[in-house]
């Protein structure tokens, strides 16, 4: 029998008894240097790389669905069959290995070639208007289906396409060097793959069916998918403006806050959204004394409740984040800030983290339609994410699309949700559009927000946090939060319970798409 507590994994070469893989397991082992994992779906057994391409997962812990494997930490899917990477946040592929069973044994004899893809319709000319996470995930499943020289990725930002959820995590922290950020390696824009245009779209020509550049270039397209994303806001208060007050939303921005944090003892946070406290998390990990100022009496208490709001502010607390809460900041000298109170809080710098807001400007301008600002605002887009304009598709923390499970509308600032919608609007322009094979997006919102070596998982939408049913002990970091609406169950905060977390997206996913 194989010793499923013992932590040396089998060797897979060799064998082990097939009775130790029974319907429904996984079994890590290893092939060489390989780690692979082995398991049996529909009596057929089925042998795939055990780690997670996005991040290092272990997919051991994770479950499968509907002939998919889902990543226990960041929810990324895998194709069983043929290990594709059909579901953001991971690109690459899980390697796939032959698997035998014979004479009450199984053993993985090397890896199996990769299957080659469908055939797949030609999209056209498709320009992409911004580098982000659903910009990039657009292009890359359009690439991926051999189709990427048809691309153009128009971004103003000055990098390439990157991760950016490591701007306020990983490499604001200092635990990733800069290149590890990178989306693609710089050869993925060239050859075969989309053309990358670093310029700035300055309008778009409907009636021409053009995208006009800052740098003088008009892009003929036959689909349009905006990706502007958002931008941070910056309240206006004296002294803000101040170059020593810093926002953070791209990777330049991280270069610039790491640079000025070197010369910088005391940082002030304003605002204690996940994006503040994770600036907050990263600068005590370069040993800086850090104030996070806010108006609520609880971080995070809109959108975690209380309990959990209260638990992600003791684990600052423990390594020696001052709270000021329920203050407003009044303004900023240039070394202290000042609150609502009279108070002064000294700061060498000072970061905000005080909301985003949609870029659509480009689609105002253009004439297509918006959602209300009571709606969250952004370009309004239909079931398949397509805009008021033939041709015309928006994506990310820009676009306002029907929810099914609730029937409103929502907009949704999340990496990887962005990242999945790019990914649906690809696969519908393989599909011919929306008058063709195209499904319509039912993809269940998920983000993570990491502080300390605590991983919070978070999937659903509330548009409160005050209907909640507790399981297990908040207070030690072991919990699963589930947020209701109109009797319903809407989201779900996990911590330390990412199996709860991965069937509560599955149920989710397929509640929306009979919904």
Request: hydrophobic letters at 40%; glycine letters at 12%; a negative charge.
């Amino acid at each position: 029998m194989t010793d499923k507590n013992s932590d040396e994994k089998p060797d897979f070469a060799r064998g082990i008894p097939a009775g130790d893989l029974p319907e429904g397991a996984m079994i890590e082992g290893t092939l060489g240097e390989d780690k692979v994992l082995l398991l049996r779906r529909d009596g057929q057994v089925r042998a795939i790389g055990a780690r997670c391409t996005h991040l290092g997962a272990p997919m051991g812990k994770g479950i499968v669905v509907e002939g998919e494997i889902r990543c226990p930490w960041h929810h990324a899917r895998f194709s069983l069959e043929t290990g594709e990477a059909v579901g953001a946040p991971a690109f690459d592929p899980l390697p796939c290995y032959r698997a035998e069973e014979r004479d009450g044994r199984i053993t993985v004899t090397g890896r199996r070639e990769a299957a080659s893809r469908p055939a797949t319709k030609a999209p056209g000319r498709v320009v992409i208007v911004g580098g982000g996470a659903g910009g990039h995930a657009c292009a890359e499943w359009l690439t991926r289906a051999g189709h990427g020289a048809a691309v153009t990725l128009v971004s103003d930002d000055p990098d390439p396409p990157y991760d950016r959820t490591f701007c306020s995590k990983q490499y604001l922290s200092g635990k990733a060097e800069r290149g590890k950020t990178l989306l693609a390696p710089e050869s993925f824009y060239s050859g075969d793959g989309p053309r990358l245009l670093r310029d700035r779209v300055v309008s778009l020509d409907l009636g021409a069916e053009e995208v006009v550049t800052a740098g003088g270039e008009r892009l003929a397209y036959d689909a349009l998918v905006i990706a502007t994303g958002a931008a941070p806001r910056r309240p206006d208060l004296p002294g803000f403006e101040r170059p020593n007050v810093h926002t953070l939303r791209s990777l330049s921005d991280a270069d610039a806050l790491i640079a000025a944090a070197s010369g910088a003892r005391r940082i002030a946070v304003v605002g204690a959204s996940f994006i503040g406290l994770e600036v907050a998390a990263a600068m005590v990990a370069r040993e800086k004394t850090v104030t996070v100022v806010a108006p609520d009496a609880v971080p995070l208490v809109s959108v975690l409740g209380e309990a959990v709001g209260r638990f992600v502010q003791g684990l600052h607390e423990e390594k020696g984040v001052t709270f000021r809460l329920g203050r407003e900041v009044a303004g900023f000298d240039g070394q202290a800030l000042t609150l609502d109170d009279g108070s002064r809080i000294e700061a060498d710098l000072v970061v905000l983290g005080t909301g985003v807001a949609p870029r659509t400007d480009l689609a105002e301008a253009a004439g297509l339609a918006l959602a209300a600002k009571d709606e969250g605002g952004g370009i309004a887009v239909d079931a398949y994410l397509a805009a008021s304009a033939p041709g015309i598709y928006a994506i990310g923390d820009v676009a306002s699309y029907p929810d099914p499970r609730s029937g409103q509308r929502l907009r949704v600032e999340h990496w990887v949700h962005a990242q999945r919608q790019g990914q649906h609007v690809a696969r519908a322009l393989l599909a011919g559009g929306t008058s063709g094979e195209a499904a319509a997006f039912t993809e269940t919102p998920f983000f993570w927000s990491g502080h300390y070596g605590t991983s919070l998982r978070y999937v659903g939408h509330a548009g409160s946090a005050e209907d909640v049913r507790i399981e297990g002990e908040v207070d030690k970091g072991d919990f699963a939060v589930t947020y209701r609406e109109d009797g319903r169950d809407a989201a779900l905060a996990t911590c330390k319970r990412d199996r709860r977390s991965l069937e509560a997206e599955a149920a989710w996913d397929r509640e929306a798409r009979t919904a």
